[in-house]
């Protein structure tokens, strides 16, 4: 006669012998309707080849304003935003050194004429010989050459708006020490605006004048944005492997001197192409779901885009694509397709 800790065992054992029973009996139903796959229905769209850049919004006519020489700022405008016109004065250097050696110079000035004017009135008297008198005028003219030099140096601890605008940004406070070289404004016209961007020298081919750009910016999330391409630098640069272009923009853009973009410029457009997901792909092929069935299809492609690709031929439009591709799926396997979340059905 069993004891009743020993019938309890038994019950047990027979519990977990039923939900291994269930548990295997589920996985081999599972295995053998084959792995979920999620399917997608080829599209009809504009196919677009893009040509990604990155680049920054600028006017188109603008200038850096630099300091010439080295010297502590010892004045400076209080005009980031307002208007300004060419020459108007925007910051001072110290320049006391500078006009010693000027208020120098002219004192040697005075004394070479003076000597001069003496060598002349002994020439008149015929004491004084020709060379000496040339002498004397070389002297002048020396010591005017340096007083001119030196004039210009000193117009140098003086900085100036280049051009009519607006004094878009100022950088620089007063006391400090300025290198020579160093931007301490930016002037310009704050309209029109353009995109300098850079292109690597792998996609500079497919670029051309006139072509649409797409931009992407943080700060205009979701909204589009175009330009069109201008100008094409002839010569790219050998370091950075890149070449540099620039993108008109429409007066009414919302961008902003100095943002960055993102700009995706359309080399090739075609309308109402049959489009997948350029994850559908795998060279040219892709997957698609028969019934329960995988089948591998080779298909011919047209204009390759970021998300999506034109298929030319080798799918209908009432094809189901699995997606993304499945590169461990063998032509013929079962599968159990679902479409994709948001796909058209």
């Known amino acids: 006669m069993q004891s009743a800790a020993q019938t309890t065992r038994n019950h047990r054992l027979l519990v977990l012998a039923a939900v291994l029973l269930v548990a295997g009996s589920w996985l081999l139903w599972s295995w053998a309707r084959g792995p979920q796959v999620t399917t997608v229905a080829p599209l009809r769209g504009t196919a677009a080849e893009i040509v990604y850049a990155t680049g ?59 000597e001069l004017t003496r060598i002349s009135q002994l020439l008149d008297r015929r004491i004084a010989t020709p060379q000496a008198y ?5 002297d002048v003219q020396q010591v005017q050459a340096l007083i001119s030099a030196q004039t210009q140096k000193i117009a140098e601890y003086t900085i100036v708006a280049p ?42 081919p497919r670029v051309a004048i006139g072509q ?43 961008l902003q001197i100095g943002m960055s973009v993102e700009a995706n410029i359309v080399t090739k457009e075609k309308p109402n192409a049959l489009l997948v997901p350029a994850e559908a792909l795998q060279g040219k092929t892709l997957v698609v779901a028969e019934g ?3 089948r591998r299809r080779t298909v011919e492609t047209g204009i390759r885009g970021t998300h999506a690709v034109e298929i030319l031929s080798g799918i209908g439009e009432n094809d189901r694509i699995i997606s993304p591709f499945p590169p461990d799926l063998k032509d013929g396997a079962r599968i159990r397709p679902a479409a994709a979340p948001g796909a058209a059905k």
């Open 163 to 204: 051009m009519d605008g607006v004094v878009l940004r100022r950088d620089g406070e007063v006391g400090e020490i300025v290198e020579a070289g160093q931007v301490l404004f930016r002037v310009g016209v704050p309209r029109p605006l353009r995109v300098v961007a850079e292109v690597n020298e792998e996609d500079i």
């Open 212 to 254: 649409k750009v797409l931009f992407r910016t943080d700060a205009f999330a979701g909204r589009l944005l175009e330009g069109r391409i201008r100008e094409i630098t002839p010569m790219g640069d050998p370091v950075a492997k890149t070449y540099r272009i620039r993108v008109a923009l429409p007066d009414d853009t919302p």
């Open 292 to 294: 329960s069935r995988a």
């Open 134 to 138: 040339e002498r004397a005028l070389a």
């Open 56 to 114: 920054a919004v600028e006017p188109v006519r603008w200038s850096k304003v630099t300091s010439l020489v080295r010297n502590r700022l010892i004045e400076i405008c209080d005009c980031e935003g307002k208007t300004v016109a060419k020459g108007e004065v925007l910051a001072r250097l110290e320049e006391r050194e500078v006009r010693a050696q000027l208020d120098e110079l002219k004192a040697r000035e005075e004394l070479a004429k003076r």
